[in-house]
């Protein structure tokens, strides 16, 4: 279940940059960064909760809603969803949403954002 969004504000942060300069991780590139962003829903696949047109922030971490941590008002780090900085694809099929000319470009944290024309 994915949400494809149009960007309207994105950023690189010091965890992006942190990544970028392959601090403490096997570098994966090449990889779109930028998972701090605001955009509005462009489309929905699969997903109930949110309509066309409404504004949000992505998450890079998300939620199954039934465990421990899902139910719990204190925390939003899901047990099943568990970030993976070396992933670079997405958790539900294993494949990456962006490609040049044939070539995979990868994900950072299931989000990659930028804004385009």
Same mark, same amino acid.
């Given at each position: 279940?994915?949400?494809r969004l149009k960007i309207l504000y994105t950023s690189l942060c010091h965890t992006d940059v942190y990544f970028w300069e392959a601090k403490?991780?096997?570098p994966?590139?090449? &990889?779109i960064y930028g998972?701090?962003?605001g955009g509005i829903v462009e489309s929905v696949g699969g997903v109930t909760d949110l309509q066309l047109g409404d504004h949000v922030l992505p998450a890079f971490t998300g939620e199954c809603k039934?465990?421990?941590h899902c139910k719990s008002e204190e925390s939003n780090m899901c047990s099943l969803i568990r970030i993976n900085t070396? &992933?670079?694809v997405m958790i539900s099929d294993?494949?990456?949403r962006f490609s040049i000319n044939g070539k995979l470009i990868y994900h950072f944290v299931g989000i990659s954002t930028f804004i385009g024309k």
């Open positions: 279940m994915e949400v403490g991780q096997n994966l590139f090449p &990889r998972h701090e962003a039934e465990c421990d070396d &992933r670079g294993g494949k990456s």
